[in-house]
């Protein structure tokens, strides 16, 4: 997949509710519109991954997907959410743009499959549990369908117990596969399963670590974003504010024309 320009995926974490949802996807596209990015809306209709089963999951598949596509149609702007499952497949691809797979479903090969068979933009999320040279794999079962449209995404490696950590050497690694290398400058802060049953975070790290993956050779960046991210329902721990997504792309930016 030939990359023309930086790639950033961002939104909620979680669909909350569709006015809230959707007035997030029109700031990002009213903000970031004259950037030279090419910018996807995500937010996921189910959490199905979630620590506690008291946690927040989302609004479900059927009225999830009714506001990913009233967004679609309001924004213009493409849309990325996950499946968990194979049936949900068939749905989804009547909406997204680009169909995900979380990172703790990233060997599921059926659901790999099913996914890779619409001919969308696969978005692989490497898992905690994945060296950046075992994502080869992964790849090999999207592409034994014909399908070459892939993004694979960075969110962070096992370290320990409750902790992620960045190897900065993944991006160099995974670009040599022959596709865009995204880096979840979000998730991989997550602090997980925390003894309250809420996956902490430290989402003051977002900036650093987002230059010093421009700098390793990103290819784009997948952000949670919130208004107001202690009131998020999903993530609040490692959402990051939405009014200052603006200026951290631009440095971004700029670190990507200093190294080319």
């Known amino acids: 997949m030939k990359q023309k320009k930086l790639i950033i995926i961002a939104g909620p974490c979680a669909i909350e509710d569709e006015r809230t949802t959707t007035n997030i996807a029109s700031y990002l596209k ?8 090419k910018l996807i809306f995500k ?3 189910d959490k199905a991954n979630r620590t506690s089963v008291d946690s927040y999951r989302g609004p479900g598949l059927r009225n999830g997907l009714k506001i990913l596509k009233n967004i679609k149609e309001k924004t213009g702007l493409p ?16 909406v ?4 995900q797979i979380p990172a703790f479903l990233c060997r599921q090969t059926d659901l790999i499959i099913e996914a890779a068979k ?8 490497k898992g905690q549990f994945v060296s950046p040279q075992n994502i080869k794999y992964i790849l090999k079962k999207i592409e034994s369908t014909g399908n070459k449209n892939i993004f694979i995404t960075e969110r962070g490696f096992c370290f320990g117990y409750n902790n992620l950590v960045v190897d900065f050497r993944a991006f160099q690694i995974m ?5 865009p290398v995204i880096f979840d400058a979000t998730h991989s802060l997550q602090r997980p399963s925390a003894e309250s049953g809420i996956s902490g975070g430290d989402s ?3 900036k ?14 997948f952000f949670g974003v919130h208004p107001h991210p202690e009131k998020a329902l999903s993530d609040p721990f490692t959402t990051y504010k939405l009014n200052k997504i603006k200026t951290l792309i631009q440095k971004i930016l700029t670190v990507r024309e200093a190294l080319a």
Not at 30 to 37: E, G
Not at 96 to 99: C, M, P, S, W
Not at 118 to 125: A, E, F, G, L, S
Not at 175 to 179: A, L, M, V
Request: hydrophobic letters at 45%; charged letters at 20%.
């Open 118 to 125: 619409t001919k969308k933009i696969i978005n692989i999320k």
């Open 208 to 221: 650093p670590l987002s230059l010093a993956a421009a700098a390793a050779g990103a290819g784009g960046f």
């Open 43 to 45: 937010a996921s209709f």
């Open 204 to 206: 003051q790290f977002v």
């Open 79 to 94: 849309v990325l959410t996950d499946v968990h499952c194979c049936r949900q497949v068939k749905e989804v691809k009547k």
């Open 175 to 179: 670009k040599n596969f022959g596709y």
């Open 96 to 99: 997204a743009d680009i169909i």
């Open 30 to 37: 009213d903000n970031l519109s004259d950037l030279p990015i």
